[in-house]
């Protein structure tokens, strides 16, 4: 059920709000499926150490405007592949930018 919500973030991150495609990847997530009313948030370290969790004043500002909250350990992996627009250091050339989801230690599982 964490899916669409998780991959809509990391594209929003990226495409909207203009975050580096890591940065996309990396931002700690929210999840609300509407029915119940009530938001999940991500408030997790990984057995790499790394920790997730949505920004105490960014709670405070949904529970303001009356959205139910509950931490979760643990959320969606997701993976991001984007075309870089070509620059002058590129020779003109397009290049494709890969990031794996730090929540997993970063790199594709497999290869």
């Known amino acids: ?17 203009n975050m ?3 940065s996309s990847v990396a931002a700690p997530r929210i999840y609300h499926q ?4 009530k938001a999940q948030y991500e408030n ?17 500002k949904l529970e303001k405007k009356g959205h139910v909250l ?8 997701s993976q991001l592949i984007v075309v870089q627009e070509p620059d ?5 050339m397009s290049k494709l930018v890969a990031v794996s989801d ?6 594709p599982s497999g290869y």
């Open 1 to 17: 059920m964490y899916i669409i919500a998780g991959t809509t973030e990391v594209f929003l991150n990226h495409f909207v709000h």
């Open 34 to 37: 509407v029915i119940p009313n």
């Open 102 to 107: 730090p929540r997993k230690g970063g790199y």
């Open 70 to 77: 509950a931490p979760i350990a643990g959320g969606t992996i």
């Open 44 to 60: 997790w370290t990984t057995v790499y150490n790394d920790h997730f969790e949505i920004p105490k004043e960014t709670r405070l």
């Open 88 to 92: 002058k250091s590129s020779g003109g």
């Open 20 to 22: 580096d495609p890591l």
